[in-house]
């Protein structure tokens, strides 16, 4: 699966939020889960095959826990249309993990050129 569903999922989640449709970022964060897990484990296999990349094998371990924890905390406010502070804290985290997944990315290639 390719890592950018996942990252496509909480931004959607993201601006549902920003767009006051709660039930459907909850939805959006919902299905990031198995394609958070997924990303999580494929970046794992590839930090085992080429020992390196360990970094963004964590920090996909951590996404998906803030995904799994954002979308339980979200379930029970889900009828009253609000959203708990950490699960918006959760979805804001996920984002500035993806930014700084980006930002190692971009050194790395730039250390190879």
């Known amino acids: 699966m390719a890592r950018g569903v996942p990252v496509a999922l909480v931004v959607a989640a993201a601006a549902a939020d920003g767009a006051g449709m709660h039930g459907v970022a909850f939805y959006a964060l919902l299905a990031a889960v198995p394609a958070v897990a997924a990303a999580a484990l ?10 390196r990349g360990r970094l963004h094998a964590y920090l996909w371990g951590i996404v998906l826990a803030l995904t799994v924890a ?3 905390v979200r379930a029970p406010a889900l009828a009253e249309g609000t959203v ?7 979805v804001v985290a996920c984002l500035a993990i993806f930014c700084a997944q980006a930002i190692a990315s971009l050194v790395a290639e730039l250390r190879r050129t």
Do not use: H, V
Not at 84 to 90: L, V
């Open 42 to 51: 494929g970046a794992y296999g590839d930090a085992l095959e080429r020992e």
């Open 70 to 72: 954002g979308a339980a």
């Open 84 to 90: 708990p502070a950490p699960a918006r804290s959760a």
